[in-house]
Structures are given as structure tokens and as C-alpha cells.
């Protein structure tokens, strides 16, 4: 009997050291498959990941800029997408460390507006090795390989060149304008796609007019208070040799009317005056008589945008280039327009 008692003793205490020595071993971590989930979460089914998309916008230099970042942050919070905002203050180098900080928070997408077209491609590759999609909104990168981005969703600046030029072309008998035509060029962002893309349109019509001029052109950055300058400067130096003023966007549009008005002139009558963009402000300066005709360029890409996020990131095909359609704007057509406009 002392052995049968000594035995279970042994055999006893040999279960104790087992059980103690099994606490004290580190705990297998959760495995990666199944992530840990808060005990409020266990008795409900697992809530849907929000997609958590990262913008780097431009900054906000015009109306046009304004309208396109609203229809951004209003189309993500109704698509329940988490979006990261950072403004890009008119600096590639600023849009460049928001795209980093992007990467570093592991968001699962990626979109900006490239404010140049060049100087990309690093961080666009350091997104690719991490395997976070990136989507083009509204401007271009010039790059050698398309791999970089998904696709770009946005105007054909080319095209809005061309219809600026055309409609010039139509109408300059009806506006007074002779054969020979002095033409003075406000230009975008020197750099940008649309600056770029805007005088090659122009210019292409141009060839068909051999009286048209471009006299001068000058970037006013696409902001009212750089077009109001540059304009003065022309006043100053040109007064009675400005036939049409062609502006890349409204805002410059509307800051050289003012300089115009200043220097005892009539806007849409002693100029004539031919814009892009077809913001409120190219409305109301074209019903007043100072602006003649405006070429729409759609800042509301925010649906398109979301819905491409969740296409690319459940792994649907996604078009290389998407072009957002728009009109022409003269300006008979303000009054009747106006109510209907987004922007
Ligand atoms: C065009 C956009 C341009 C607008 C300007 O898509 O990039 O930038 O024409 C804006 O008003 O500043
Ligand atoms: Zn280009």
C-alpha cells in the first residue's frame, strides 16, 4: 500500500510541475488569420472594414479647386469611405509627404491631384512596394510607367483648348473682330497638365486662323489675384492692342476684368474675353455682360472617385483613363444656365 501511495504521490506532484510549467509559457499569439476581436464585436457578425483613402489635394487656388474638393469630402462620407484630407498648398513638395504619410498609415488607397506633371515617380513606386493603389483625379503625371496609378479620372484639357479656340473662331465676326486677331494668354500653373494641355488645344485651332496672334502670354497661376497683376502689366505696356484675352480659368478670368474695369475699359466689349472652368463667378460675370464665353471643366469628380476606389480595391477592372464630359458655356446661355449649375 506505502508503494501504491508514494506512486500517486510522485505521480501527482510530476502533474503539478506539468501544469505549472505550462502557464508560465508564453501564450501562442493570436494567429494572424483571425484578428482579435473587441468582446462587444464577438457577438455580432464582424462590422465591414471601412476603406480608409488618402487625397493630397492641389491646394485651394481657385473656385474650381473649392467645388472639387466638396464633391470630394461630401462623396466620401455618403460612400462610408474614411477619408485622409490633406491640402496641398500649391506644393508638389507638400502633396509629396502627405502621399508618404499616406503609405505610413497604410491606408488602403491612394488619390491625388498631381499639381505638375512631373517629379512622381519615387513616390509612386514607394506606394506600388507597398502595395497601396493609386488613382489620378482631375491632372495628369507625365511618367514612363503607367504601372504607377490605376487609372485617371478627369478632363481632356486638349479638348477644352480646342473648344475655347473654336468657339473664338465662330463667333468673332458676331463679337466685331476683324481677320487679324491680337490675342493675349493667361496660362495655368506652369507646369500643370491643364496649363499645358489648354495652350496646345488652342494653339492647334489656331492653325486654321492665320490672322490670330498670341501677342503675349503669362502665367497667373490660375489665381484671381495673379491674373488681376499680369493683366495691369498688359494694360500698362499694350492698352490699345488687346483684341481677345484667353484665360486657362475663370478665377484669372475674373481678377483681369476687374484690372480692365480699372483701366476705363469695357470687359466682353473692348476685350473680348474667352475662360475656362465655368464656375458660378464666369456665370455671373457673363450674364453682366464682361465675360463672353466659358468652357466647362467638371470639378465634381468625387462619386467617380469613390466608386473607383471600392472597384479597385474588390478587384474589378478598372479603365486606364475615364473623361468626365462637359459643354460650352457663351454667354446668351448664362441667365438660363445659372440655376442649374453645381459649382
Ligand atoms: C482643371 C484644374 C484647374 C482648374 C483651375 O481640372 O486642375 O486647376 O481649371 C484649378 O481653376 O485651379
Ligand atoms: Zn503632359
Given amino acids: 500500500m506505502k508503494k501504491m501511495s ?8 510530476l502533474l503539478l510541475v506539468f501544469s505549472l510549467a505550462a502557464c508560465a509559457k508564453p501564450q501562442p499569439a493570436a494567429t494572424q488569420t483571425e484578428p482579435t476581436q473587441s468582446t462587444a464585436a464577438e457577438n455580432t457578425a464582424p462590422a465591414e472594414k471601412k476603406i480608409v483613402l488618402g487625397f493630397a489635394q492641389v ?10 474638393t466638396k464633391s470630394i469630402q461630401e462623396e466620401a462620407a455618403k460612400a462610408g469611405i474614411e477619408l485622409k484630407f490633406v491640402d ?28 505638375v506633371e512631373t517629379g512622381w515617380d519615387t513616390v509612386l513606386q514607394e506606394a506600388k512596394a507597398a502595395g497601396i493603389p493609386v488613382i489620378l483625379t482631375d491632372r495628369a503625371v507625365d511618367t514612363k510607367d503607367e504601372s504607377l496609378y490605376v487609372t485617371f479620372i478627369g478632363s481632356d484639357f486638349v479638348e477644352e483648348g480646342r473648344r475655347a479656340a473654336n468657339w ?26 491643364p496649363a499645358i494641355d489648354r495652350k496646345t488645344g488652342f494653339e492647334e485651332v489656331m492653325k486654321k486662323y492665320p490672322g490670330w496672334k498670341i501677342v503675349k502670354s503669362q502665367t497667373g497661376n490660375f489665381t484671381r489675384a495673379e491674373g488681376k497683376q499680369v493683366m495691369e ?3 500698362k505696356s499694350d492698352k490699345d492692342n488687346i483684341d481677345v484675352l484667353y484665360a486657362h480659368n475663370d478665377d484669372m478670368a475674373l481678377g483681369a476684368i476687374q484690372a480692365i474695369e480699372e ?12 475662360s475656362i472652368d465655368a464656375v458660378k463667378g464666369a456665370f455671373e460675370a457673363m450674364i453682366a455682360g464682361k465675360l463672353n464665353c466659358s468652357v466647362e471643366c467638371s470639378p465634381l469628380l468625387g462619386a467617380q472617385l469613390m466608386q473607383i476606389a471600392k472597384d479597385v480595391l474588390a478587384g474589378k477592372p478598372v479603365e486606364k483613363r ?4 462637359e459643354g ?3 454667354a446668351e446661355t448664362a441667365a438660363k444656365e445659372l440655376p442649374n449649375r453645381q459649382y
Fill in 322 to 325: 475615364i473623361v468626365t464630359n
Fill in 328 to 330: 460650352v458655356f457663351p
Fill in 168 to 193: 473664338l473662331g465662330e463667333n468673332a465676326a458676331r463679337l466685331g473682330l476683324k481677320e487679324n486677331i491680337n490675342i493675349f494668354e493667361l496660362q495655368g500653373t506652369v507646369g500643370s497638365a
Fill in 88 to 115: 496641398g498648398q500649391q506644393k508638389q513638395e507638400v502633396q509629396i509627404k502627405a502621399i508618404r504619410s499616406f503609405i505610413a498609415q497604410k491606408v488602403d488607397v491612394i488619390a491625388f491631384s498631381p499639381k
Fill in 59 to 68: 491646394g485651394a487656388e481657385s473656385e474650381w479647386r473649392t467645388a472639387n
Fill in 233 to 235: 502689366s498688359w494694360l
Fill in 6 to 13: 508514494r506512486a500517486i504521490a510522485l505521480f501527482v506532484s
Fill in 263 to 274: 483701366a476705363g475699359l469695357v470687359p466682353g466689349k473692348d476685350i473680348i474675353i474667352i
